[in-house]
């Protein structure tokens, strides 16, 4: 059977013209491919956010935050990984003049320096951030930032040489520190390394010298994945970096 492509899906291009694909514009610009956050995928994360912020008009200003941050940081945690610095900057612009309207409606009878001390802080070298400040039920008191997405940092993925093959015992070092690499990259990543260091009280597994911040390290599987073995923290090892490289 032969394969049938949809003519609304299917689209024939030249790539210096470019084309979207999963909320993503590629295309060549003086020769160069660029990936970026597409046009029509931005405009549907603004719209978003404005509708978050249309239904919440007489909301706390902490509870709004809670609202828009996992909006904004879900979007910012996708596109990490193309060109999206600049996007990001646009974004956060259009998101604080949002907010601007926002508070300027709440008190049509205060002066914009009111609404500015009442909403946006100064933290640090850092000019009108969207901040509140609120009581917890211990008393004590809790502050609640808006997050900026030009704050996500971008991660690109690194190219797997040409000649590297997962099932050849002579890469499994080299995979398994592609690996190590991207977990540390991720909160649950960390976390998981984390309750292997302590469960080895903090020791490497060969020398069993202390692995600290400042001794480089590298984690290994006891049980290697290309027979079985899993990622679970119980099927690791961590190892000062010369004490891998030496094994």
């Not at 029509?40 to 007489?58: F, P």
């Not at 020398?207 to 290697?224: A, Y």
Request: aromatic letters at 10%; a positive charge; one cysteine or more.
């Amino acid at each position: 059977m032969g394969l049938v492509l949809s003519p609304e899906k299917t689209k024939i291009t030249h790539i210096r013209e470019g084309f979207d694909f999963l909320g993503w514009n590629i295309r060549k610009y003086n020769g160069k491919l660029l990936i970026k956050p597409s046009k029509a995928n931005v405009k549907a994360h603004l719209d978003k956010i404005r509708e978050v912020i249309k239904a919440n008009k007489t909301a706390k200003q902490a509870n709004l935050i809670r609202l828009l941050n996992p909006v904004l940081r879900g979007w910012a945690n996708y596109h990490s990984h193309v060109v999206a610095k600049e996007t990001f900057a646009r974004v956060d612009a259009d998101v604080w003049s949002m907010l601007w309207r926002w508070a300027v409606r709440r008190h049509p009878n205060k002066g914009a320096r009111w609404v500015k001390e009442k909403y946006f802080k100064t933290r640090g070298a850092r000019n009108w951030v969207f901040a509140a400040t609120e009581k917890q039920e211990d008393g004590t008191q809790r502050e609640l930032t808006l997050l900026q997405e030009s704050d996500t940092p971008i991660q690109r993925h690194i190219k797997i040489r040409a000649n590297a093959n997962p099932h050849d015992p002579e890469w499994e070092h080299y995979f398994e520190s592609r690996w190590g690499g991207k977990m540390q990259n991720s909160p649950k990543g960390r976390a998981k390394f984390y309750r292997v260091w302590r469960r080895q009280d903090g020791m490497c597994s060969t020398c069993q010298e202390p692995i600290t911040k400042g001794t480089p390290w590298d984690v290994r599987h006891i049980v290697k994945r290309a027979q079985g073995g899993s990622d679970a923290a119980g099927n690791l090892q961590m190892h000062h970096l010369n004490c891998r490289r030496n094994n």
